[in-house]
Protein backbone atom coordinates (compact mmCIF):
# COMPACT_ATOMS: atom_id res chain seq x y z
CA UNK A 1 0.00 0.00 0.00
CA UNK A 2 1.48 4.01 -0.85
CA UNK A 3 2.74 5.37 2.29
CA UNK A 4 3.65 8.95 2.90
CA UNK A 5 4.89 9.61 6.44
CA UNK A 6 5.41 12.51 7.73
CA UNK A 7 7.32 13.49 10.96
CA UNK A 8 7.17 15.26 13.16
CA UNK A 9 3.10 15.24 13.40
CA UNK A 10 3.15 18.30 15.60
CA UNK A 11 5.62 20.78 15.99
CA UNK A 12 6.13 24.02 18.25
CA UNK A 13 8.87 26.68 17.38
CA UNK A 14 10.19 29.60 18.59
CA UNK A 15 9.99 32.58 16.01
CA UNK A 16 13.39 33.12 14.16
CA UNK A 17 14.49 29.27 15.25
CA UNK A 18 15.19 26.78 12.41
CA UNK A 19 12.16 24.25 11.45
CA UNK A 20 12.68 20.98 9.57
CA UNK A 21 9.82 18.62 8.65
CA UNK A 22 10.59 14.95 6.84
CA UNK A 23 8.56 13.53 4.50
CA UNK A 24 9.04 9.88 3.68
CA UNK A 25 7.71 7.34 1.28
CA UNK A 26 7.27 4.18 0.30
CA UNK A 27 5.72 4.10 -2.99
CA UNK A 28 9.06 4.69 -5.59
CA UNK A 29 7.29 7.58 -6.63
CA UNK A 30 9.61 10.17 -8.49
CA UNK A 31 7.24 13.53 -7.87
CA UNK A 32 7.14 14.94 -4.12
CA UNK A 33 5.18 17.88 -2.69
CA UNK A 34 4.66 20.16 -0.08
CA UNK A 35 1.55 21.92 0.72
CA UNK A 36 0.14 24.27 3.44
CA UNK A 37 -3.48 24.28 4.53
CA UNK A 38 -5.12 27.37 6.24
CA UNK A 39 -8.52 28.13 6.78
CA UNK A 40 -9.63 30.35 3.63
CA UNK A 41 -6.88 29.43 1.57
CA UNK A 42 -6.87 26.09 0.77
CA UNK A 43 -4.34 23.93 -0.17
CA UNK A 44 -1.51 25.70 -1.51
CA UNK A 45 1.63 24.47 -3.03
CA UNK A 46 5.34 25.40 -1.38
CA UNK A 47 7.57 22.95 -3.25
CA UNK A 48 8.10 20.37 -5.10
CA UNK A 49 10.97 17.94 -6.89
CA UNK A 50 11.09 15.95 -9.88
CA UNK A 51 13.44 13.24 -8.30
CA UNK A 52 16.36 12.85 -5.99
CA UNK A 53 18.56 16.29 -5.89
CA UNK A 54 15.92 18.28 -7.95
CA UNK A 55 13.80 20.96 -6.02
CA UNK A 56 11.51 23.41 -7.48
CA UNK A 57 9.86 26.34 -6.47
CA UNK A 58 5.90 25.86 -6.29
CA UNK A 59 3.17 28.89 -5.84
CA UNK A 60 4.31 30.26 -2.69
CA UNK A 61 7.82 29.51 -1.76
CA UNK A 62 8.91 32.61 0.40
CA UNK A 63 10.36 31.44 3.79
CA UNK A 64 11.16 27.92 3.20
CA UNK A 65 14.09 26.00 1.42
CA UNK A 66 13.30 22.27 0.49
CA UNK A 67 15.67 19.50 0.14
CA UNK A 68 15.42 15.98 -1.80
CA UNK A 69 18.90 13.91 -0.88
CA UNK A 70 17.03 10.56 -2.24
CA UNK A 71 14.56 9.12 -3.72
CA UNK A 72 12.52 8.40 -0.14
CA UNK A 73 13.16 11.32 1.46
CA UNK A 74 12.00 15.14 0.59
CA UNK A 75 12.50 18.08 3.32
CA UNK A 76 10.85 21.51 4.11
CA UNK A 77 13.36 23.93 6.12
CA UNK A 78 12.23 26.88 7.56
CA UNK A 79 15.41 28.80 8.26
CA UNK A 80 14.10 31.84 9.87
CA UNK A 81 10.59 30.79 11.12
CA UNK A 82 7.78 32.93 11.58
CA UNK A 83 4.51 33.20 13.24
CA UNK A 84 2.82 33.25 9.12
CA UNK A 85 4.30 30.10 8.91
CA UNK A 86 2.07 28.43 11.60
CA UNK A 87 -0.12 26.09 9.40
CA UNK A 88 -0.76 22.26 8.42
CA UNK A 89 2.25 21.23 6.42
CA UNK A 90 1.00 17.93 3.97
CA UNK A 91 3.44 16.02 1.94
CA UNK A 92 2.28 13.86 -1.63
CA UNK A 93 4.30 12.01 -3.79
CA UNK A 94 2.92 11.25 -7.18
CA UNK A 95 4.01 9.77 -10.37
CA UNK A 96 2.29 10.48 -13.86
CA UNK A 97 -1.46 11.84 -13.65
CA UNK A 98 -1.97 9.30 -11.04
CA UNK A 99 -2.96 9.53 -7.48
CA UNK A 100 -1.19 12.41 -5.44
CA UNK A 101 -0.68 9.90 -2.20
CA UNK A 102 -0.92 12.50 0.86
CA UNK A 103 0.95 11.98 4.49
CA UNK A 104 -0.88 12.81 7.88
CA UNK A 105 0.26 16.14 7.99
CA UNK A 106 2.53 17.97 10.30
CA UNK A 107 0.95 20.70 12.88
CA UNK A 108 3.10 23.56 13.19
CA UNK A 109 2.87 26.09 15.47
CA UNK A 110 5.45 29.26 15.46
CA UNK A 111 5.27 31.13 18.67
CA UNK B 1 -6.87 35.20 -7.72
CA UNK B 2 -7.87 31.15 -6.94
CA UNK B 3 -7.76 29.55 -10.10
CA UNK B 4 -10.45 26.36 -9.08
CA UNK B 5 -13.53 28.16 -7.36
CA UNK B 6 -15.67 26.05 -5.37
CA UNK B 7 -19.31 26.26 -3.89
CA UNK B 8 -20.80 26.35 -1.52
CA UNK B 9 -18.69 26.64 1.14
CA UNK B 10 -20.43 24.22 3.45
CA UNK B 11 -23.35 22.25 2.63
CA UNK B 12 -25.83 19.99 5.02
CA UNK B 13 -28.07 16.99 3.21
CA UNK B 14 -30.07 14.65 5.18
CA UNK B 15 -28.96 10.93 4.73
CA UNK B 16 -30.37 9.24 1.49
CA UNK B 17 -30.17 13.21 -0.51
CA UNK B 18 -27.83 13.72 -2.89
CA UNK B 19 -25.58 16.43 -2.45
CA UNK B 20 -24.00 18.62 -5.32
CA UNK B 21 -20.44 20.27 -4.92
CA UNK B 22 -19.29 22.64 -7.81
CA UNK B 23 -16.21 24.05 -8.92
CA UNK B 24 -15.00 26.09 -11.58
CA UNK B 25 -11.54 27.04 -13.12
CA UNK B 26 -10.12 29.78 -14.98
CA UNK B 27 -7.02 27.89 -16.77
CA UNK B 28 -7.72 26.68 -19.98
CA UNK B 29 -4.66 24.19 -19.94
CA UNK B 30 -6.17 22.80 -17.09
CA UNK B 31 -6.54 18.56 -18.21
CA UNK B 32 -7.05 16.97 -14.83
CA UNK B 33 -9.70 17.22 -12.55
CA UNK B 34 -9.41 14.88 -9.04
CA UNK B 35 -11.49 15.37 -6.27
CA UNK B 36 -9.99 14.85 -2.96
CA UNK B 37 -11.84 13.79 0.76
CA UNK B 38 -10.44 15.09 3.68
CA UNK B 39 -12.00 13.98 6.94
CA UNK B 40 -10.62 15.91 10.17
CA UNK B 41 -6.97 15.22 11.32
CA UNK B 42 -5.89 13.60 8.00
CA UNK B 43 -4.13 14.30 4.70
CA UNK B 44 -6.54 14.66 1.93
CA UNK B 45 -7.12 11.56 -0.24
CA UNK B 46 -8.61 11.19 -3.98
CA UNK B 47 -11.84 10.08 -4.67
CA UNK B 48 -12.89 10.69 -7.93
CA UNK B 49 -11.08 12.34 -10.98
CA UNK B 50 -11.58 13.01 -14.39
CA UNK B 51 -9.91 13.95 -17.50
CA UNK B 52 -11.03 16.67 -20.15
CA UNK B 53 -11.86 14.63 -22.55
CA UNK B 54 -14.52 13.25 -20.62
CA UNK B 55 -17.98 14.99 -20.15
CA UNK B 56 -18.95 12.13 -17.12
CA UNK B 57 -17.39 10.02 -14.98
CA UNK B 58 -18.83 7.58 -12.07
CA UNK B 59 -17.80 5.88 -8.99
CA UNK B 60 -20.06 3.81 -7.37
CA UNK B 61 -22.40 6.78 -5.83
CA UNK B 62 -20.05 9.27 -6.85
CA UNK B 63 -20.42 11.14 -9.99
CA UNK B 64 -18.44 13.76 -12.01
CA UNK B 65 -19.92 15.72 -14.55
CA UNK B 66 -17.66 18.14 -16.42
CA UNK B 67 -18.73 21.01 -19.08
CA UNK B 68 -15.56 22.51 -20.98
CA UNK B 69 -17.07 24.96 -22.74
CA UNK B 70 -18.24 26.55 -19.10
CA UNK B 71 -15.33 25.70 -17.45
CA UNK B 72 -17.38 23.97 -14.60
CA UNK B 73 -17.52 21.03 -12.59
CA UNK B 74 -20.02 19.41 -10.28
CA UNK B 75 -19.69 16.52 -8.06
CA UNK B 76 -22.58 14.58 -7.13
CA UNK B 77 -22.92 12.04 -4.18
CA UNK B 78 -25.66 10.11 -4.61
CA UNK B 79 -27.96 8.12 -1.85
CA UNK B 80 -25.68 10.15 0.82
CA UNK B 81 -24.27 8.25 4.36
CA UNK B 82 -23.50 9.68 7.75
CA UNK B 83 -19.90 8.83 6.68
CA UNK B 84 -19.34 10.76 3.64
CA UNK B 85 -19.59 13.70 6.01
CA UNK B 86 -15.79 15.33 5.18
CA UNK B 87 -14.32 18.39 3.16
CA UNK B 88 -14.28 17.46 -0.62
CA UNK B 89 -11.80 19.91 -2.80
CA UNK B 90 -12.11 20.22 -5.99
CA UNK B 91 -8.49 20.04 -8.16
CA UNK B 92 -6.36 20.65 -11.17
CA UNK B 93 -3.86 20.59 -12.92
CA UNK B 94 -2.10 20.90 -16.81
CA UNK B 95 1.20 19.20 -16.48
CA UNK B 96 0.47 16.94 -13.18
CA UNK B 97 4.22 16.92 -12.29
CA UNK B 98 4.13 20.30 -11.49
CA UNK B 99 1.48 19.62 -8.85
CA UNK B 100 -2.20 20.16 -8.49
CA UNK B 101 -4.12 23.35 -7.74
CA UNK B 102 -6.34 23.07 -5.45
CA UNK B 103 -9.91 24.93 -4.48
CA UNK B 104 -10.85 25.91 -0.93
CA UNK B 105 -13.39 23.08 -0.39
CA UNK B 106 -16.69 21.99 0.43
CA UNK B 107 -17.53 21.03 4.10
CA UNK B 108 -20.26 18.66 4.00
CA UNK B 109 -22.54 17.44 6.62
CA UNK B 110 -25.05 14.42 6.06
CA UNK B 111 -27.38 14.07 9.03
CA UNK B 112 -29.77 10.76 9.79
Known amino acids: EAAVTQSPRNKVAVTGGKVTLSCNQTNNHNNMYWYRQDTGHGLRLIHY???????EKGDIPDGYKASRPSQENFSLILELATPSQTSVYFC??????????FGAGTRLSVL | QQQVRQSPQSLTVWEGETAILNCSYE??????FPWYQQFPGEGPALLISILSVSDKKEDGRFTIFFNKREKKLSLHIADSQPGDSATYFC???????????FGLGTRVSVFP
Open chain 2, 27 to 32: NSAFDY
Open chain 1, 49 to 55: SYGAGST
Open chain 2, 91 to 101: AASADYAQGLT
Open chain 1, 92 to 101: ASGQGQNTLY
